[in-house]
């Protein structure tokens, strides 16, 4: 067997199959593997043609064919399968070998990863990569982490397959070890919270227009020839008008209403708290999928719970939807400055450097985030790439300043009509929290002070103090 093939993926469902001819396309020999010998017979039968591929049934093959030091793309279930896949690449590679995690693995694990290889004289690069099946094969948006001598060489191939905008790729080296992973983490962590914010909307729309899905489908649609344009709200305005076959109605009508979900939210928010980074708006969403999955519970609330919510009169109709779609961009502008804060803190607590304009900038193609505002994100970061809070940058401030007396109301109108807006909700409490003089914080602090002894600090004097609560109430230096 030559050594012939510039690069190998290992992995061959939707997503390792689509990059595989991602890159034949682009003309690199690519080496192709997955555990069952049938996925590699079928690509090279359907898609042979794409470009120059080397299929091998074996691992000791696939390792072989492989030019060095070799670049060897995982594209595997995540957790368990990647661990048994590096394993068995282990015994068949040499020193200098790049191995790439290109699945949705857990940061931790990706650490875990590198350290495990560094230690054998292999380079472990675990790359976070989005755009579904179809940006695998059009061009994704890729987020490799890792050792940053492999994206010298690594970097120039991944960029090639990449998405463009503007003729820039969207692709970056993110930083060292889990970096990759833990950005590409968040950004489905904030693809969770677009998503519920999206379904908000349409939920609203719904009750407070008494619109079909297809109605609706078309005022997504006017919206996504603005501000909001982006991948999701496309997609949103097409499967809204797409009608069942079977049964002629609106096909998101037939749908179970129980949200699921593979993990990455889940991780995204209990990262958050063990860095103590309010990302409500993720938050909310991964709890609304958690809520729609709670058969019973829901069940219980459909038999037991009132409902005193009135019919909807929306008189102006078109002041209606003006004011949800302001309410809409506010709370995903306040989604992103969650997600890009947890990004600074993790950045700052590992040492990992990430560039948040950077990441902007490869989220504005190829992923399902995509959207027209994330070019105003790389702008405000180019303004300052230290910016405290992203929606206090002059550009999103005024916008959604502007926008404000709108998500007001239709927060306090989905409140009093009963239509539950989680994010929408939680969003707005954001905003009014953090642009706060004073919170109600103090009164937490003194009552921790009173039931245990925590210490407060005070307002007009340095220190720590404790109050004598079941004594004389005398304060002192505690
Ligand atoms: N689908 C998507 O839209 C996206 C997926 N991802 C991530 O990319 C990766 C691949 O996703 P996807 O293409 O959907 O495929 P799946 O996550 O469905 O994984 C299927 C692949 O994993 C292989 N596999 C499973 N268990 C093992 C094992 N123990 N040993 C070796 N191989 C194993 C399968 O091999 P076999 O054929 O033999 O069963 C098959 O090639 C995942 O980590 C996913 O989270 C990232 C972005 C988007
Ligand atoms: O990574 C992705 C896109 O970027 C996947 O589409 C994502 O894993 C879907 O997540 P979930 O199944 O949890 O909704």
């Not at 034949?24 to 555990?35: D, E, K, L, Q, S």
């Not at 394993?87 to 990863?113: K, M, Q, S, W, Y």
Request: proline share 4%.
């Amino acid at each position: 067997m030559s050594a012939r093939a510039q690069i190998g993926v290992t992995g061959l469902a939707v997503m390792g199959r689509n990059l595989a001819r991602n890159f034949a396309r682009h003309g690199y020999t690519v080496a192709v593997h997955n555990r069952s010998y049938a996925k590699t017979e079928s690509l090279v039968a359907d898609h042979g043609t794409d470009g120059d591929f080397v299929p091998s049934e074996s691992t000791a093959d696939f390792v072989a064919s492989i030019a060095r030091p070799r670049k060897i793309v995982i594209m595997v279930k995540a957790g368990g399968p990647t661990d048994a896949v590096i394993d068995e690449l282990i015994p068949h590679l040499e020193e200098g070998d790049v191995v790439i995690d290109g699945g949705n693995a857990h940061f931790p694990d990706t650490i875990r990863r590198e350290r495990k290889l560094a230690d054998l004289g292999l380079h472990f690069v675990g790359m976070g990569v989005s755009g579904g099946e179809e940006g695998a094969l059009n061009g994704p948006s890729i987020m490799p982490g890792g050792p940053k001598e492999s994206y010298a060489t690594l970097g120039p191939i991944l960029e090639d397959i990449s998405a463009k905008v503007d003729g820039v790729p969207c692709c970056t080296w993110v930083g060292p070890d889990g970096a990759g992973h833990f950005v590409k983490m968040v950004h489905n962590g904030i693809e969770y919270a677009d998503m519920q914010l999206i379904a908000e909307a349409y939920d609203l729309l719904r009750h407070g227009l008494d619109a079909d899905a297809a109605e609706i489908g078309k005022i997504f649609e006017e919206w996504n020839a603005g501000d909001l344009e982006s991948f999701l709200i496309e997609i949103t305005a097409d499967v809204l008008q797409h009608v069942d076959a079977e049964t002629g109605k609106a096909f998101v009508d037939v749908v179970l209403d129980q949200a699921e979900q593979k993990g990455t939210g889940r991780w995204t928010v209990q990262n958050a708290l063990d860095l103590g980074v309010p990302i409500t708006g993720i938050a909310e969403a991964t709890f609304a999928r958690a809520l729609s999955g709670s058969v019973p519970q829901r069940e219980a609330g459909r038999a037991a719970l009132a409902s005193d919510a009135g019919t909807w009169d929306v008189t102006d109709r078109d002041a209606f939807v003006e004011d949800v779609r302001l309410a809409l961009y506010a709370s995903k502008v306040v989604a992103y400055s969650q997600g890009f804060d947890q990004i600074a803190a993790a950045s700052a607590e590992s040492g990992w450097g990430i560039d948040r304009g950077a990441m902007a900038r490869i989220w504005r193609g190829g992923c399902i985030i995509r959207a027209k505002f994330l070019n105003r994100i790389t702008e405000a970061y180019e303004r300052d790439a230290d910016l405290p809070l992203l929606i206090a940058d002059p550009y999103f401030a005024d916008i959604v300043g502007k926008g404000l007396q709108a998500w007001r109301r239709v927060v306090s109108q989905a409140a009093l009509n009963g239509v539950p807006t989680p994010a929408f909700s939680s969003s707005l409490a954001y905003y009014d929290g953090v642009r706060a003089e004073r919170l109600p914080a103090a009164l937490i602090q003194a009552q921790r002070d009173f039931f245990g002894a925590h210490t407060y600090r005070r307002v007009d004097k340095d220190g720590t103090f404790h109050t004598e609560w079941s004594g004389d109430r005398t304060e002192h230096d505690a």
